[in-house]
């Protein structure tokens, strides 16, 4: 019978021996392909991916995308063409690096799952085959991607109509609806990363892969949420200790280089990056976890067993 620590080991032993899975967990890392850890953090604004939602609802609620908006981009056209050609080529930048960034993402996600299930048997993994196996693979996990954000977002629909009402203990009903939902789309994220695993290692069609992601997470449910809730652990820990030292670190330096602006901005961008790189290593070690407990729950002998029902077992006897 395996324990989360041995799957733990095995899936940090992946990240650390692996530094080419880094390019993949950058991606990740940057537009939130994490699941229910990118939702919880984005719940509070502290997600990757608030860069790009964040910058296309500042244009919508700044009127880019109205009647009067559209208007005024006519005008500009009739009247200073040049102007029209800048403001038309900026919006298509932005257009083509919101779906880099999701291609990216997912890609990125199917290349983890496969080359650290590869890595753990011991088998030499090339970074090309991560690129490959996610063009492959894009377009299930894309929709198991869009499953979740369809899921998130109509949270935030039924909230926010919520916020629109006015009765007797509308707060407490806001709070209560909240956190029913969040429960709701972390179970929707667990059965779907099962379900990116299986089209990903085992080649499932999309519905095939809903179908025995639903049924994987039904049949090991509180092994899911005891690893979940592990693994979440793990990265809010790790990530606020390195903030508290990464912030203890950037305020020694900019006394130490007072006077020194390119001292100052230096040390800003090497915190930068070395926050950046753990946060890398996280992502690489969260979904080696979820690969690696994948295939030990699907295969011939399941020898993964909850922690409680582990306990309560023994105590039974």
């Known amino acids: 019978m395996l324990t989360y620590l041995q799957?733990?080991?095995?899936?940090?032993?992946v990240a650390?021996?692996?530094?080419?899975?880094?390019?993949?967990?950058?991606?990740?890392?940057?537009?939130?392909?994490?699941?229910?850890?990118?939702?919880?953090?984005?719940?509070?604004?502290?997600?990757?991916?608030?860069?790009?939602t964040s910058f296309v609802n500042g244009l919508a609620e700044g009127g880019f995308f109205s009647i009067a908006g559209l208007k005024g981009l006519a005008a500009i056209l009739s009247t200073n063409p040049l102007r029209f050609v800048e403001i038309f080529g900026v919006t298509l930048m932005i257009i083509v690096f919101i779906i880099l960034a999701v291609v990216l993402m997912v890609i990125s996600q199917s290349a983890l799952v496969s080359l650290s299930v590869e890595s753990s048997r011991g088998r030499q993994?090339?970074?090309?085959?991560?690129?490959?196996?996610?063009?492959?693979?894009?377009?299930?996990?894309?929709?198991?991607?869009?499953?979740?954000?369809l899921a998130t977002s109509a949270m935030l629909a039924v909230i926010s109509i919520m916020?629109?009402?006015?009765?007797?203990?509308?707060?407490?009903?806001?709070?209560?609806?909240?956190?029913?939902?969040?429960?709701?789309?972390?179970?929707?994220?667990?059965?779907?990363?099962?379900?990116?695993?299986?089209?990903?290692?085992?080649?499932?069609?999309?519905?095939?892969?809903?179908?025995?992601?639903?049924?994987?997470?039904?049949?090991?449910w509180l092994a899911t949420i005891e690893i979940a809730v592990i693994?979440?652990?793990?990265?809010?820990?790790?990530?606020?200790?390195?903030?508290?030292?990464?912030?203890?670190?950037?305020?020694?330096?900019?006394?130490?280089?007072?006077?020194?602006?390119?001292?100052?901005?230096?040390?800003?961008?090497?915190?930068?990056?070395?926050f950046m790189v753990v946060q890398m290593y996280l992502a690489v070690f969260y979904w080696a976890t979820w690969a690696l407990v994948f295939e030990v729950i699907t295969s011939k002998k399941n020898l993964l067993q909850s922690f409680i029902r582990r306990v309560m077992g023994r105590l039974k006897g």
């Open 7 to 13: 799957i733990f080991k095995q899936a940090l032993k």
């Open 125 to 149: 993994v090339r970074w090309g085959e991560g690129i490959g196996i996610g063009l492959i693979k894009f377009w299930p996990v894309l929709g198991f991607n869009l499953i979740l954000r």
């Open 16 to 52: 650390s021996e692996k530094p080419m899975l880094l390019f993949f967990g950058f991606f990740v890392v940057l537009f939130g392909g994490s699941t229910e850890i990118g939702f919880l953090l984005s719940t509070y604004g502290f997600s990757g991916e608030q860069m790009i």
């Open 231 to 274: 693994l979440f652990v793990v990265y809010l820990l790790i990530s606020l200790y390195l903030f508290f030292i990464l912030a203890l670190l950037l305020l020694f330096s900019i006394k130490f280089f007072a006077g020194f602006i390119f001292g100052v901005y230096l040390i800003i961008g090497l915190v930068l990056a070395l």
């Open 163 to 220: 916020a629109l009402l006015s009765f007797r203990g509308i707060g407490l009903a806001i709070t209560l609806t909240f956190y029913a939902l969040t429960v709701i789309i972390m179970l929707i994220s667990f059965f779907v990363k099962y379900s990116i695993c299986g089209v990903v290692t085992k080649h499932w069609k999309f519905g095939e892969a809903l179908a025995n992601g639903w049924k994987l997470f039904r049949a090991n």
